[in-house]
């Protein structure tokens, strides 16, 4: 077989041959094997050599007619390919807009800061203003300023998280009474203020008890402010939060810092009041302190306690939500399962 013979073979080879291939790989691999430094084309290209001189330049020129037309065929093979990929990707990532989305989650207030915000609100209504405090304080704020000096046994009944010999986490919201008292301007008005915020201590947890919870501290301060009103107004914030119906009762109390004293208990969720393990068999939880604030207490803010009397209170939002929702531990406001928040997502009214 002469040069040109061989070299129509393989172009009729060629031509079969490139119809077979499908893939990428497959066109770049078949090129090597033709065209690359030992493929067939060019070892029948090193016989141009061997070949009479008058031969040579019709068989060059059908050698490189061959190599531009595999090249050719190749490059439009590529091309197919490619699209054809293309195409089938696209296939693949269509976005099929009738299929459900992915359901978005939407966060809700924590069902104590929807009791407290509920608390809150009702108070702005008649006037009053928010302050915030810190949650770390001095031994003299948070003790000394409200009447409980270094040896008072009361501040046994709130064990607590020092700091260091002087800096505490906050033991009760009663912490802010001095500060606020010290900067109130009397001659602009009566002093009206809530303060809420998280209070820490040493308590051991049990289903009403646990060592972080909050409190929402109330003061009214003016000529003339009586225990009645400060009846009135716990009365009130007792009818907004548990409705008309629920059996409040004030009892007798003791604190450092208010004189007299009060505390305001409600009748128990889960046994009604006949006495089970929630209510520790009192048939009452107990909500909130408050009273009429101590003169010694005025006096230690730079107040005339002959002119100037009030009252002030400290609730347990932690407490109210649990008497309100039937919730039977504390603890379960902390452990942050979702299956228990997401029962309050709906508000609190
Ligand atoms: C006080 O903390 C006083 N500062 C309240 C006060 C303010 C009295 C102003 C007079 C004037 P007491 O320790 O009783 O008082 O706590 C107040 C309320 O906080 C309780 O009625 C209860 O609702 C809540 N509370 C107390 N300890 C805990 C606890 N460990 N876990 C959850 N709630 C608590
Ligand atoms: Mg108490």
């Known amino acids: 077989m002469n040069l040109l013979e061989k070299l129509n073979l393989l172009a009729e080879k060629i031509d079969v041959e490139v119809k077979t291939l499908k893939t990428l ?28 001189k008058e031969e040579k330049p019709a068989l060059g020129k059908r050698a490189n007619e061959i190599r531009q037309a595999i090249n050719e065929a190749l490059d439009g093979l590529t091309k197919e390919i490619e699209a054809e990929v293309l195409q089938k990707k696209m296939e693949q990532e269509t976005i099929d807009v009738t299929l459900p989305g992915q359901p978005v989650t939407q966060g809700h207030p924590h069902i104590i800061e929807q009791v407290m915000q509920q608390i809150e609100d009702l108070f702005l209504s008649m006037g009053y203003e928010i302050v915030e405090g810190t949650e770390i304080v001095s031994d003299v704020m948070n003790f000394e300023r409200v009447n409980v000096p270094k040896d008072h046994p009361a501040r046994d009944m709130q064990d607590s998280f020092y700091i260091d010999d002087h800096h505490l986490l906050r033991t009760q919201t ?30 051991n947890d049990d289903a009403t008890h646990s060592h972080q919870f909050h409190q929402i501290e109330g003061m009214v301060v003016a000529e003339g402010i009586t225990m009645g009103d400060l009846l009135g107004t716990l009365e009130l914030m007792s009818k907004e939060i548990f409705g008309e119906n629920r059996e409040v009762r004030f009892r007798p109390s003791y604190f450092p810092f208010t004189e007299p004293s009060v505390e305001v208990d409600v009748s128990c969720f889960k046994c009604g009041g006949k006495g089970c393990n929630v209510c520790k068999q009192s048939g009452w939880i107990e909500i909130l302190g408050a009273g009429m604030i101590h003169p010694n207490v005025l006096k230690m ?36 399962d979702e299956r228990f928040l997401n029962q309050f997502i709906g508000g609190t009214k």
């Not at 306690?305 to 209170?313: D, I, L």
């Open 25 to 52: 790989e497959a066109v770049e691999a078949f090129k090597i094997k033709v065209l690359g430094r030992n493929g067939a084309l060019t070892d029948l290209m090193k016989e141009l050599r061997n070949v009479p």
């Open 174 to 203: 009663s912490a802010v009474q001095p500060l606020v008292l010290e900067q109130h301007d009397f001659t602009k008005g009566p002093l009206k203020v809530i303060s809420p915020g998280k209070v820490y201590r040493r308590d």
């Open 301 to 336: 803010s730079g107040i005339d306690s002959n002119k100037y009397t009030g009252f002030a209170f400290g609730t347990g939002p932690d407490r109210m939500a649990m008497l309100k929702y039937g919730v039977n531990d504390i603890r379960q406001f902390y452990l942050n």
